[in-house]
């Protein structure tokens, strides 16, 4: 399909080096990417923060090119698509694939990203709304299937719980008939996890086993670790024989356990996955199905707050600083 592709400038959020503070994301203004064949011209409406960029920003991210564009997700329409793979205006989303690591991200008004990097949506939800949910959502259910091949009737620990990818498998995991258990190290925030369905809350001061063992003695049967190296051992003793823990986030910026000991470390016959995924780990029903769920009231969309584009800087120093439970989203 041929298309007039747009042209001119836009407006992007630079980081030029790392590590630097909220204050070394610019707003810059910066050519209109333009698609090649198999490419894909988006017109950025929404986008969310994700724990990565943080990671590109304070300098503890690899494989990062500088000056980038930063954001590993964006949600708008087709402007361009070359290949003709998607049609002129449809709606989309866009995650991961390199994007705002070694090609430039989704912190801007237009992003060209690979088309196998997209899924196509169709939704009347405001674009903020949309705007949490891809990578949020992927991660969750990625994890879920992928690293936890969790099923209905077990029971899951998420530890990390008010963190967005945390309260979104807590959504998916009730959906699907577990047990949940799930952590905070605020009381302040146990009600909000409550609310969302989840059927325990154990405060995290750093050593949770022994609680969670009061509650289910035999353990676990799946544990979704999102805080990282320093709890996953932890971790690992709430977990049933032949459960599974899946290593997924690193909340606490750690994430390489010094002088792993596998024998000693790993309790025996607990089994400990790792995940780290894409576009191509969420389906596209999955994701229109919590679309269209979200429309009708039926599931929650944990969003924490949504900024304007220029209040970038804020919405990075609340993202450090973790001032809200749920899903950060700036709108275009
Ligand atoms: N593997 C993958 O493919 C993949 C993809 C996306 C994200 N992730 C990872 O998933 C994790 C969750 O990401 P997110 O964007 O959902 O996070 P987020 O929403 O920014 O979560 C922030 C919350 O995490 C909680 N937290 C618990 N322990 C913490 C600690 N030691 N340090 C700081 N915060 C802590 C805090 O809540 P309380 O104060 O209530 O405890 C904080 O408010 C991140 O580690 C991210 O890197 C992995």
Not at 63 to 71: A, D, I
Not at 125 to 140: F, H, R, Y
């Amino acid at each position: 399909m041929t298309t007039e592709q747009p042209t001119g400038t836009m407006r992007a959020v630079v980081l030029d080096a790392a590590p630097a503070p909220p204050e070394g994301l610019i707003i810059r203004e910066l050519p209109i990417p333009q698609p090649a064949a198999g490419e894909v011209l988006i017109r950025v409406r929404a986008f969310g923060l994700n724990r990565s960029e943080l990671h590109t920003r304070i300098g503890l991210a690899h494989g990062v090119t500088f000056p980038r564009v930063l954001g590993i997700e964006a949600t708008g329409e087709v402007a361009a698509c070359p290949g003709g793979e998607l049609a002129v205006g449809q709606q989309v989303v866009a995650m991961m694939g390199g994007m705002g690591r070694t090609f430039d991200g989704g912190y801007a008004e237009w992003v060209v990203v690979q088309v196998q990097n997209t899924i196509a949506i169709d939704t009347g939800l405001d674009w903020a709304t949309v705007g949490a949910i891809p990578e949020m959502l992927q991660t969750a259910h990625g994890s879920l299937t992928i690293g936890l091949d969790a099923q209905p009737g077990e029971t899951l620990l998420v530890r990390g719980g008010t963190s967005s990818v945390g309260q979104a498998a807590t959504i998916l995991a009730k959906q699907r008939g577990m047990t949940v258990v799930t952590t905070t190290r605020s009381p302040a925030r146990a009600q909000l996890l409550l609310d969302l369905g989840a059927d325990h809350v154990v405060i995290d001061n750093g050593t949770i086993a022994d609680e969670v063992r009061a509650l289910f003695p035999d353990g676990v049967d799946r544990a979704l670790e999102l805080v990282g190296a320093p709890t996953l051992l932890d971790t690992l003793a709430t977990v049933r024989v032949h459960g599974v823990a899946c290593m997924t986030g690193m909340l606490s910026n750690s994430w390489t356990l010094p002088d792993f000991y596998p024998t000693g470390d790993l309790p025996r016959g607990v089994w400990l996955a790792g995940y780290s995924g894409g576009a191509g780990d969420l389906p596209a029903a999955v994701l229109q199905g919590y679309l269209d769920d979200a429309a009708a009231g039926r599931v929650h969309v944990p969003i924490g707050h949504v900024y304007a584009f220029d209040e970038i800087v804020q919405a990075h120093r609340d993202l450090e600083d973790g001032t809200y439970a749920g899903k950060l989203v700036v709108l275009t």
